[in-house]
């Protein structure tokens, strides 16, 4: 009932003309004033970034195994790096590294959802699957592999990154709107990237398996990779209509979800 296979799930010139409520939507996520025009803007992505109509070979015959890694410390001691591995598309979420933690988180991504704010450096295997929750992001991008003379937000941002400039993608507006009113009921300002990352997986995917998610017993999780703690339903995201919602998902079985340690 909340798939919608019509939205696109990837922006590119042909689709980017985004309809009067979807740009209204997005644009109220942004604190900036919108200086400069969406359509130009466009135009410059797809003069420097692949213009295609990515993964619209879905049918009978595609078997694609997608493995969304989120970042939870339970994948400590899970254990599970050589089953993430063995998946058709690695998909991770943000600064979640690899080196150090193979054994549990595995070493492979194919692709890796990140807005300017949780940029990483890439190696040229991986997709960059840009975030735009805001047009400067898509400016940021762009200055990224260019003049790279943007170096903040409302935080620093790394005025320049390493990766593939032919395996740059950007997610649509559209879609990430789908995936807050569709999904989440409009729960929260805006959905989280992890949640995002789950749904783009079921567009692209035919087998969506679930890693790094999850938290504590007292609602409390950490990173892998860090220490520091927060509250799932806290925030912008619904975070407990998202885990819900996850939770519908598994029982469903349109994803498996590995619990970890």
């Known amino acids: 009932m909340r798939y919608n296979p ?7 010139r042909r689709n980017s003309v985004l309809q009067a409520d979807v740009y209204k939507w997005w644009k109220g996520l942004q604190r900036e004033s919108l200086k400069t025009s969406y359509t130009d803007v466009v135009d410059r992505l797809f003069d420097l970034f ?6 619209s070979d879905g049918g009978l015959e595609r078997c694609r195994t997608c493995a969304v890694v989120g970042n939870s410390g339970n994948l400590l001691r899970s254990h599970y790096g050589q089953l993430i591995d063995n998946h058709d598309f690695i998909i991770r979420i ?3 590294p690899t080196k150090g933690y193979e054994r549990d988180v595995g070493s492979k ?4 959802l990140i807005y300017p704010e949780s940029a990483v450096d890439m190696d040229n295997s991986t997709h960059l699957v840009l975030l735009p929750f805001k047009i400067k992001d898509m400016r940021w991008l762009i200055s990224a592999f260019t ?7 409302y935080v620093a941002l790394k005025p ?3 990766a593939d400039m032919d395996k740059v993608m950007i997610l649509h507006p559209a879609f990430i709107k789908y995936v807050y009113e569709s999904w989440l009921h409009k729960h929260g300002k805006y959905p989280s990237t992890g949640f995002i990352t789950i749904i783009f997986a079921l567009h692209i995917c035919d087998e ?19 220490r520091s703690l ?4 806290s925030g912008n995201h619904g975070g407990d209509f998202e885990n819900k919602t996850m939770n519908e998902l598994l029982k469903r079985n349109k994803i498996f979800m590995y619990k970890g340690w």
């Not at 019509?6 to 590119?12: E, H, M, S």
């Not at 991504?109 to 890796?112: A, E, G, L, M, S």
């Not at 003049?147 to 937000?153: G, Y």
């Not at 927060?230 to 339903?233: A, D, N, Q, Y």
Request: glycine share 8%; aromatic share 14%; hydrophobic share 25%.
């Open 147 to 153: 003049t790279k003379h943007i170096t903040r937000s």
């Open 208 to 226: 969506v398996n679930v890693f790094g998610f999850g938290a504590r017993s007292d609602g409390k999780w950490h990173h892998y990779f860090d």
């Open 50 to 55: 692949p213009d295609e109509e990515h993964y």
């Open 109 to 112: 991504t194919t692709h890796r």
């Open 230 to 233: 927060t509250h799932f339903s």
């Open 94 to 96: 943000n600064k979640g």
């Open 6 to 12: 019509t939205v696109p799930p990837l922006l590119n």
């Open 160 to 162: 320049t990154i390493n």
